[in-house]
C-alpha cells in the first residue's frame, strides 16, 4: 500500500493542490496570530527594560499611601505651611512626597545616581500636524535611558526635546517653535522651543524630556506610582543596596515600614520589568484572543475546503478501491491509504504554511515596530504545523470511512456526498435547528435582558447554526437563480443542471463562502449602523461643526478659513456681549481680553446652573477673585448674591442657521434662544431677561454696570444653539437693538461647517490653520469628538476585515477547487460536448456560469445573514447601553460585497474553465 500511496501522490498531484493551498493559507495565518501575543510582549518587556537601561533598582513610591502614613504619624518633614492642619489649632505641616524620599534616598551608602520619573500626556503640535507624547522630566545623565541624538537638553523654561519619530511628524528641529498643551485642549497652549532630538528605541511610546518645573504642561500625570530609579556604585550589587535602602529610614520620622507597606517597594530590575508586563496580561491575552478566534474561523472554512477534496477524490478513484478490494485490500488498508495521502499532503502544507507565516511575522511585525523574538516564533510554528496535519487528516476521516463501508462490486458504482435524508444529514439537520433555536433564544433574552454578555455568545450560535442549514437551502435557492436566464442558452443550462447536479459539494462550497461574506457584512452593517447613530446623536447636541470665535473677525479672515481645503461652508456671525439672568453684574476689568462674553465673573463657576443656562461652564477665563476686587463689594462674594451669567448673543442669519449639520432651534421675533430655561436665574413662565452694557460703560471700569445695563424681557426658546456656551437670536433683532442703544457687536465668531470626508489628520490642520489665522481664536465644535469616534470605529472595521481576509480567501479557494474537480469528474462529458460540436469558448461560459451560480447563492445568503446579525447587535447594544441604535445599511458597501464575491468567483473559475476548454474530445471519450 506505501507504493501505491506514493504513486498516487506522484501521478495526480493537481487534485491536491487546493487542498495544499487551503492548509497553506490557514497554517500561515494561524502562526501569524498565535506569535501575535508572544511578540506583542517581548517587545513591550524591551519598552519597560529601555527605561531601567542604565539603573540597578527601582523604588516605586506610592505618595498618597506616603502621605497618610505621614499624616497619620503626626510629623511632617519640611515643617511649616501645608496641605494638613495639626489637631487643636496647632500650625499646619507639609505632607511628605516622593521627592523627599529621593533626597534620602541620595545619602544611602553605594548610591551613585538617582532619577525621579513620573510621565505625564502632552500634546505637541506644529504646522497643522499633532501627536501625543510621553513627557518626562529631566533626570541625571548617569540614570537616564534616552541619548541625544542633535541638540541639547531642555534645561531653561519653555524649553523640549522630542524623539525623533515625534520631530518628524510634527516637521520640526532643532531651534524651531512649537506648541504643547494638555491632551484634550483644543485652545490654545503654550509656545515652547525644541533644543534638542534623540532617537526613539523600538515600541517605547512617543517621547519627550522637558525641565522638573515645567511639568505642569501636561497637566496631571498618569501615573499613580512614582518611579525613583537607581544606579548602585561600582561594586555594590542590586540586592545588596536593597537591603541598605530598606534598612535606611527613608519615610517620614515616626512612621515605620510596617505602618506603610504600600508606600514603598523596593524592585531589581528585571522585578520591575515583570511587574510592569503583569498590567498588560489581561490585554494582551484578549489581543491573542481575539486573532485566535479569527484564526479559528479561517481553520473552520480550510476545513470545509479540504473535506470536499477528499470526499470527491475518494468519489473518482472509487473503481481504484474497489479493484484494491478485489485483489485482497482490507477496509482497513484502504482507509489507511487515504489518511495516510491526508497526512502527507498535511505535513508538507503545514510545513510551508508555517514557514510563510514565519516569514510574514519576521516581514510585517517590525513594520508595526514589534519586535518578535525566535521563541516567539518557533513555538507557533510547531503549533500550526501540528494543527494543519491534524486538520487535514480529520477531514479525511469521512471520507476515508465512506470508502470502507462499501463492497468491493458495490463500489464500482458512483458515490454520492451525503444526501439530506442520509443519517448524516439528519444529524446535521437536527444539531443546525438546535444551534439556530438556543441562539435565537439567547440573543433575545441578551436584548431583553439588556445583557450584551448573553446576547453576544446567542448570535454567534445562531450564525453556526444558520450556516448549517444553508446547505439544504442552496439547491431551491440554485433553482430560483437560474430559472428563466439560464434556459435561454445550451451553456448556461447545462450550468445550471450541473450546479444542482451534487448539490451536497455545491452546498457546502456555497456555505464555506457564506461565512466569510456574512462576517464581513456583519462588521461592516455594524459599524455603519453605529456611525450613522453616533453621528446624528452628536449632531443633534452640537450641531455645528466648528465655531471659531475671537474678538473680531475681518473679511479677509474668513475668506481664508472659508477657502481652507475640508471646509464646506464658513459664515460669520455678529455677536454682542450680554448678561444672561436677573443676578447681578459685575464690573468688567479692562484687561479682559478673548471672546466676547468670556470676561471674568464668579458667578458662572460659583452657580453651575446659571452656565447651564447657556449650555456649558458660562465663563472661559473667570477669576472670581480677581473680578471681586475690582469693586464687586461684600454683597456681591456672598454665596446668597445671585450673579449674571456673561454670555455671548449670536445674531444669526438665516445662512447662519443652515450651516449646522442638525436644526439649530430658530427664535421667532422677541424670542431668545437658549440652552436649557431652567437654568436661567428669574425665568417666569418661558421668560427670561437679557440685559447688554453700552458700548462706553463697558469700558468704564468705575461706572456701576447694573444701573447702565439695558434690559430686556425675551420669551425663551430652548434647543441647541451653535454652541454651547451661548444665547442667540435673529440678526436683524441684534442689529435694532445695536443701533438703538450703542450696543458694541463685532464679528465675533464664525461657523463652519466641514466637508462629510474630512478625517482626523485634516481636522488638525484646519483647526491650526483657524488657531493661526489671529490673537485669541479659540475654537470649538461638534466635529472633534464626531471625526474622533469615526476614526476609531474605522480602525477597528479595518482591522476586522483583515483578520477576516485569510477565511475569504480560503472561500474562494474552494470555489475554484469545487469546479476543477467537477471538470475532472465530467471529463468524459465535456469530451461528448466537444465532440457534439460545443466550442472552447462556450466550455469556458459554461463553467464560468456554474461559478457565478455560487457566487449569486453565497451572496445572498451571506448578505441576508450579515444584515440580520449586525441588526442583531446593534440591537444588543443598544439595550446593554441605553443608547438609541438603529440599523443602518451600507447599500454601497453591501454592492462592493455582491461585486467582489461574483469577480473573485469568476476568477476563481478562469484556470479550470481552461482546464474544460483544452480537453479533447477523442480523449476525453476514452478517459477512464
Same mark, same amino acid.
Given at each position: 500500500?506505501?507504493?501505491?500511496?506514493?504513486?498516487?501522490?506522484?501521478?495526480?498531484?493537481?487534485?491536491?493542490?487546493?487542498?495544499? &493551498?487551503?492548509?497553506?493559507?490557514?497554517?500561515?495565518?494561524?502562526?501569524?496570530?498565535?506569535?501575535?501575543?508572544?511578540?506583542?510582549?517581548?517587545?513591550?518587556?524591551?519598552?519597560?527594560?529601555?527605561?531601567?537601561?542604565?539603573?540597578?533598582?527601582?523604588?516605586?513610591?506610592?505618595?498618597?499611601?506616603?502621605?497618610?502614613?505621614?499624616?497619620?504619624? %503626626?510629623?511632617? *518633614?519640611?515643617?511649616?505651611?501645608?496641605?494638613?492642619?495639626?489637631?487643636?489649632?496647632?500650625?499646619?505641616?507639609?505632607?511628605?512626597?516622593?521627592?523627599?524620599?529621593?533626597?534620602?534616598?541620595?545619602?544611602?551608602?553605594?548610591?551613585?545616581?538617582?532619577?525621579?520619573?513620573?510621565?505625564?500626556?502632552?500634546?505637541?503640535?506644529?504646522?497643522?500636524?499633532?501627536?501625543?507624547?510621553?513627557?518626562?522630566?529631566?533626570?541625571?545623565?548617569?540614570?537616564?535611558?534616552? /541619548?541625544?541624538?542633535? %541638540?541639547?537638553?531642555?534645561?531653561?523654561?519653555?524649553?523640549?526635546?522630542?524623539?525623533?519619530?515625534?520631530?518628524?511628524?510634527?516637521?520640526?528641529?532643532?531651534?524651531?517653535?512649537?506648541?504643547?498643551?494638555?491632551?484634550?485642549?483644543?485652545?490654545?497652549?503654550?509656545?515652547?522651543?525644541?533644543?534638542?532630538?534623540?532617537?526613539?528605541?523600538?515600541?517605547?511610546?512617543?517621547?519627550?524630556?522637558?525641565?522638573?518645573?515645567?511639568?505642569?504642561? #501636561?497637566?496631571?500625570?498618569?501615573?499613580?506610582?512614582?518611579? &525613583?530609579?537607581?544606579?548602585?556604585?561600582?561594586?555594590?550589587?542590586?540586592? /545588596?543596596?536593597?537591603?541598605? +535602602?530598606?534598612?535606611?529610614?527613608?519615610?517620614?520620622?515616626?512612621?515605620?515600614?510596617?505602618?506603610?507597606?504600600?508606600?514603598?517597594?523596593?524592585?531589581?530590575?528585571?522585578?520591575?520589568?515583570?511587574?510592569?508586563?503583569?498590567?498588560?496580561?489581561?490585554?494582551?491575552?484578549?489581543?491573542?484572543?481575539?486573532? /485566535?478566534?479569527?484564526?479559528?474561523?479561517?481553520?473552520?472554512?480550510?476545513?470545509?475546503?479540504?473535506?470536499?477534496?477528499?470526499?470527491?477524490?475518494?468519489?473518482?478513484?472509487?473503481?481504484?478501491?474497489?479493484?484494491?478490494?478485489?485483489?485482497?485490500?482490507?477496509?482497513?488498508?484502504?482507509?489507511?491509504?487515504?489518511?495516510?495521502?491526508?497526512?502527507?499532503?498535511?505535513?508538507?502544507?503545514?510545513?510551508?504554511?508555517?514557514?510563510?507565516?514565519?516569514?510574514?511575522?519576521?516581514?510585517?511585525?517590525?513594520?508595526?515596530?514589534?519586535?518578535?523574538?525566535?521563541? *516567539?516564533?518557533?513555538?507557533?510554528?510547531?503549533?500550526?504545523?501540528?494543527?494543519?496535519?491534524?486538520?487535514?487528516?480529520?477531514?479525511?476521516?469521512?471520507?476515508?470511512?465512506?470508502?470502507?463501508?462499501?463492497?468491493?462490486?458495490?463500489?464500482?458504482?458512483?458515490?454520492?456526498?451525503?444526501?439530506?435524508?442520509?443519517?448524516?444529514?439528519?444529524?446535521?439537520?437536527?444539531?443546525?435547528?438546535?444551534?439556530?433555536?438556543?441562539?435565537?433564544?439567547?440573543?433575545?433574552?441578551?436584548?431583553?435582558?439588556?445583557?450584551?454578555?448573553?446576547?453576544?455568545?446567542?448570535?454567534?450560535?445562531?450564525?453556526?447554526?444558520?450556516?448549517?442549514?444553508?446547505?439544504?437551502?442552496?439547491?431551491?435557492?440554485?433553482?430560483? +437563480?437560474?430559472?428563466?436566464?439560464?434556459?435561454?442558452? $445550451?451553456?448556461?443550462?447545462?450550468?445550471?443542471?450541473?450546479?444542482?447536479?451534487?448539490?451536497?459539494?455545491?452546498?457546502?462550497?456555497?456555505?464555506?463562502?457564506?461565512?466569510?461574506?456574512?462576517?464581513?457584512?456583519?462588521?461592516?452593517?455594524?459599524? =455603519?449602523?453605529?456611525?450613522?447613530?453616533?453621528?446624528?446623536?452628536? #449632531?443633534?447636541?452640537?450641531?455645528?461643526?466648528?465655531?471659531?470665535?475671537?474678538?473680531?473677525?475681518?473679511?479677509?479672515?474668513?475668506?481664508?478659513?472659508?477657502?481652507?481645503?475640508?471646509?464646506?461652508?464658513?459664515?460669520?456671525?455678529?455677536?454682542?456681549?450680554? =448678561?444672561?439672568?436677573?443676578?447681578?453684574?459685575?464690573?468688567?476689568?479692562?484687561?479682559?481680553?478673548?471672546?466676547?462674553?468670556?470676561?471674568?465673573?464668579?458667578?458662572?463657576?460659583?452657580?453651575?446652573?446659571?452656565?447651564?443656562?447657556?449650555?456649558?461652564?458660562?465663563?472661559?477665563?473667570?477669576?472670581?477673585?480677581?473680578?471681586?476686587?475690582?469693586?464687586?463689594?461684600?454683597?456681591?462674594?456672598?454665596?446668597?448674591?445671585?450673579?449674571?451669567?456673561?454670555?455671548?448673543?449670536?445674531?444669526?442669519?438665516?445662512? $447662519?442657521?443652515?450651516?449646522?449639520?442638525?436644526?439649530?432651534?430658530?427664535?421667532?421675533?422677541?424670542?431668545?434662544?437658549?440652552?436649557?430655561?431652567?437654568?436661567?436665574?428669574?425665568?417666569?413662565? %418661558?421668560?427670561?431677561?437679557?440685559?447688554?452694557?453700552?458700548?462706553?460703560?463697558?469700558?468704564?471700569?468705575?461706572?456701576?454696570?447694573?444701573?447702565?445695563?439695558?434690559?430686556?424681557? =425675551?420669551?425663551?426658546?430652548?434647543?441647541?444653539?451653535? *454652541?454651547?456656551?451661548?444665547?442667540?437670536?435673529?440678526?436683524?433683532?441684534?442689529?435694532?437693538?445695536?443701533?438703538?442703544?450703542?450696543?458694541?457687536?463685532?464679528?465675533?465668531?464664525?461657523?463652519?461647517?466641514?466637508?462629510?470626508?474630512?478625517?482626523?489628520?485634516?481636522?488638525?490642520?484646519?483647526?491650526?490653520?483657524?488657531?493661526?489665522?489671529?490673537?485669541?481664536?479659540?475654537?470649538?465644535?461638534?466635529?472633534?469628538?464626531?471625526?474622533? =469616534?469615526?476614526?476609531?470605529?474605522? /480602525?477597528?472595521?479595518?482591522?476586522?476585515? %483583515?483578520?477576516?481576509?485569510?477565511?475569504?480567501?480560503?472561500?474562494?479557494?474552494?470555489?475554484?477547487?469545487?469546479?476543477?474537480?467537477?471538470?475532472?469528474?465530467?471529463?468524459?462529458?465535456?469530451?461528448?460536448?466537444?465532440?457534439?460540436?460545443?466550442?472552447?469558448?462556450?466550455?469556458?461560459?459554461?463553467?464560468?456560469?456554474?461559478?457565478?451560480?455560487?457566487?449569486?447563492? $453565497?451572496?445572498?445568503?451571506?448578505?441576508?445573514?450579515?444584515?440580520?446579525?449586525?441588526?442583531?447587535?446593534?440591537?444588543?447594544?443598544?439595550?446593554?447601553?441605553?443608547?438609541?441604535?438603529?440599523?443602518?445599511?451600507?447599500?454601497?458597501?453591501?454592492?462592493?460585497?455582491?461585486?467582489?464575491?461574483?469577480?473573485?468567483?469568476?476568477?476563481?473559475?478562469?484556470?479550470?474553465?481552461?482546464? $474544460?476548454?483544452?480537453?479533447?474530445?477523442?480523449?476525453?471519450?476514452?478517459?477512464?
Amino acid at each position: 500500500m506505501k507504493d501505491v500511496l506514493l504513486t498516487q501522490l506522484r501521478s495526480r498531484p493537481s487534485r491536491l493542490i487546493a487542498t495544499t &493551498i487551503a492548509v497553506i493559507v490557514a497554517v500561515a495565518f494561524v502562526v501569524v496570530t498565535l506569535s501575535l501575543g508572544g511578540a506583542f510582549t517581548s517587545t513591550m518587556r524591551q519598552a519597560f527594560a529601555e527605561i531601567l537601561k542604565n539603573s540597578d533598582v527601582q523604588i516605586s513610591c506610592q505618595e498618597s499611601a506616603l502621605q497618610s502614613a505621614g499624616d497619620a504619624g %503626626g510629623v511632617g *518633614d519640611a515643617g511649616g505651611v501645608g496641605d494638613a492642619g495639626g489637631e487643636d489649632g496647632a500650625a499646619p505641616r507639609d505632607l511628605p512626597t516622593c521627592e523627599d524620599v529621593a533626597a534620602k534616598v541620595r545619602d544611602v551608602d553605594g548610591v551613585a545616581a538617582l532619577g525621579v520619573v513620573n510621565n505625564s500626556a502632552l500634546e505637541v503640535r506644529h504646522a497643522g500636524e499633532r501627536t501625543h507624547v510621553q513627557a518626562f522630566p529631566l533626570i541625571d545623565a548617569d540614570v537616564r535611558w534616552q /541619548t541625544m541624538d542633535r %541638540g541639547s537638553w531642555p534645561e531653561a523654561d519653555n524649553q523640549i526635546a522630542l524623539d525623533a519619530d515625534s520631530a518628524e511628524l510634527l516637521k520640526v528641529d532643532v531651534g524651531d517653535s512649537m506648541e504643547v498643551a494638555p491632551i484634550g485642549q483644543d485652545q490654545q497652549g503654550t509656545q515652547v522651543a525644541v533644543v534638542g532630538v534623540f532617537p526613539k528605541s523600538g515600541f517605547s511610546f512617543p517621547q519627550a524630556v522637558v525641565p522638573a518645573a515645567e511639568q505642569s504642561w #501636561s497637566g496631571p500625570t498618569f501615573d499613580s506610582v512614582t518611579r &525613583i530609579i537607581v544606579k548602585a556604585a561600582p561594586g555594590v550589587g542590586a540586592a /545588596t543596596l536593597i537591603d541598605r +535602602l530598606q534598612a535606611a529610614q527613608l519615610l517620614p520620622a515616626g512612621v515605620s515600614a510596617a505602618d506603610a507597606p504600600d508606600a514603598l517597594t523596593f524592585l531589581t530590575v528585571d522585578q520591575a520589568v515583570e511587574k510592569e508586563l503583569e498590567q498588560f496580561t489581561t490585554g494582551t491575552g484578549i489581543l491573542t484572543g481575539i486573532a /485566535t478566534a479569527f484564526a479559528l474561523i479561517a481553520v473552520v472554512v480550510a476545513g470545509i475546503v479540504i473535506t470536499l477534496t477528499f470526499q470527491v477524490l475518494v468519489v473518482q478513484r472509487t473503481r481504484e478501491l474497489a479493484l484494491l478490494r478485489c485483489i485482497g485490500a482490507e477496509g482497513g488498508q484502504v482507509r489507511r491509504l487515504v489518511l495516510g495521502e491526508a497526512a502527507i499532503v498535511g505535513l508538507v502544507s503545514s510545513a510551508i504554511g508555517a514557514l510563510v507565516g514565519a516569514g510574514l511575522v519576521m516581514w510585517t511585525f517590525p513594520m508595526l515596530q514589534l519586535t518578535p523574538e525566535f521563541a *516567539d516564533t518557533y513555538v507557533p510554528m510547531l503549533a500550526g504545523l501540528a494543527i494543519g496535519v491534524v486538520l487535514t487528516v480529520i477531514c479525511a476521516l469521512g471520507p476515508a470511512r465512506r470508502a470502507t463501508r462499501v463492497a468491493p462490486l458495490a463500489a464500482l458504482r458512483p458515490m454520492d456526498v451525503a444526501p439530506v435524508r442520509s443519517r448524516r444529514g439528519i444529524v446535521r439537520l437536527i444539531l443546525g435547528l438546535l444551534l439556530t433555536g438556543a441562539g435565537a433564544a439567547a440573543a433575545v433574552a441578551g436584548i431583553v435582558k439588556e445583557s450584551l454578555i448573553i446576547a453576544m455568545p446567542g448570535g454567534m450560535a445562531l450564525f453556526v447554526g444558520l450556516i448549517m442549514l444553508y446547505v439544504y437551502m442552496v439547491p431551491p435557492l440554485l433553482r430560483v +437563480l437560474s430559472a428563466g436566464w439560464a434556459k435561454r442558452r $445550451a451553456p448556461s443550462e447545462l450550468a445550471a443542471a450541473n450546479a444542482q447536479r451534487n448539490p451536497g459539494r455545491t452546498a457546502a462550497t456555497a456555505a464555506a463562502l457564506v461565512v466569510g461574506i456574512g462576517l464581513v457584512t456583519t462588521v461592516i452593517t455594524g459599524r =455603519y449602523s453605529l456611525e450613522n447613530s453616533l453621528s446624528q446623536t452628536l #449632531s443633534e447636541r452640537r450641531p455645528v461643526d466648528l465655531i471659531a470665535q475671537s474678538n473680531e473677525f475681518s473679511d479677509a479672515q474668513l475668506r481664508d478659513i472659508a477657502n481652507l481645503d475640508g471646509v464646506a461652508q464658513a459664515v460669520g456671525v455678529e455677536v454682542a456681549r450680554g =448678561y444672561l439672568g436677573s443676578g447681578t453684574i459685575l464690573p468688567v476689568r479692562p484687561e479682559s481680553e478673548g471672546v466676547p462674553g468670556s470676561e471674568g465673573q464668579p458667578g458662572a463657576e460659583e452657580n453651575p446652573e446659571q452656565g447651564a443656562a447657556a449650555g456649558g461652564p458660562g465663563s472661559e477665563g473667570g477669576d472670581a477673585e480677581g473680578a471681586a476686587g475690582e469693586g464687586a463689594g461684600s454683597e456681591t462674594e456672598s454665596s446668597d448674591e445671585q450673579v449674571a451669567t456673561p454670555v455671548a448673543v449670536f445674531g444669526m442669519t438665516p445662512e $447662519a442657521y443652515d450651516v449646522g449639520r442638525s436644526r439649530v432651534a430658530r427664535p421667532e421675533a422677541g424670542e431668545l434662544g437658549v440652552r436649557s430655561i431652567s437654568a436661567v436665574d428669574g425665568a417666569s413662565d %418661558g421668560k427670561g431677561e437679557l440685559r447688554f452694557l453700552p458700548a462706553d460703560a463697558a469700558a468704564d471700569p468705575r461706572a456701576n454696570p447694573g444701573e447702565q445695563a439695558v434690559g430686556m424681557q =425675551y420669551t425663551l426658546v430652548e434647543g441647541r444653539g451653535p *454652541d454651547q456656551a451661548s444665547v442667540w437670536l435673529n440678526a436683524s433683532e441684534l442689529s435694532s437693538l445695536t443701533s438703538e442703544h450703542d450696543i458694541a457687536v463685532t464679528r465675533g465668531a464664525i461657523i463652519i461647517k466641514l466637508d462629510d470626508d474630512v478625517d482626523t489628520r485634516q481636522l488638525n490642520k484646519i483647526a491650526s490653520a483657524i488657531r493661526g489665522s489671529g490673537e485669541n481664536v479659540q475654537l470649538d465644535g461638534g466635529a472633534f469628538e464626531r471625526i474622533r =469616534y469615526l476614526s476609531i470605529l474605522d /480602525t477597528m472595521m479595518y482591522v476586522v476585515l %483583515g483578520l477576516l481576509g485569510a477565511a475569504v480567501a480560503i472561500s474562494i479557494i474552494g470555489v475554484s477547487n469545487t469546479l476543477a474537480l467537477s471538470v475532472l469528474e465530467r471529463t468524459q462529458e465535456s469530451g461528448l460536448l466537444r465532440a457534439l460540436g460545443f466550442t472552447r469558448g462556450q466550455m469556458r461560459a459554461m463553467l464560468s456560469v456554474e461559478a457565478l451560480l455560487i457566487a449569486l447563492a $453565497a451572496a445572498v445568503g451571506g448578505l441576508a445573514l450579515g444584515i440580520f446579525e449586525g441588526w442583531l447587535g446593534i440591537r444588543a447594544l443598544a439595550a446593554e447601553t441605553g443608547f438609541d441604535l438603529g440599523l443602518s445599511l451600507p447599500w454601497g458597501w453591501l454592492a462592493g460585497i455582491f461585486a467582489v464575491a461574483v469577480i473573485a468567483s469568476l476568477i476563481a473559475s478562469v484556470l479550470p474553465a481552461r482546464t $474544460a476548454a483544452k480537453t479533447s474530445p477523442i480523449q476525453a471519450m476514452v478517459a477512464e
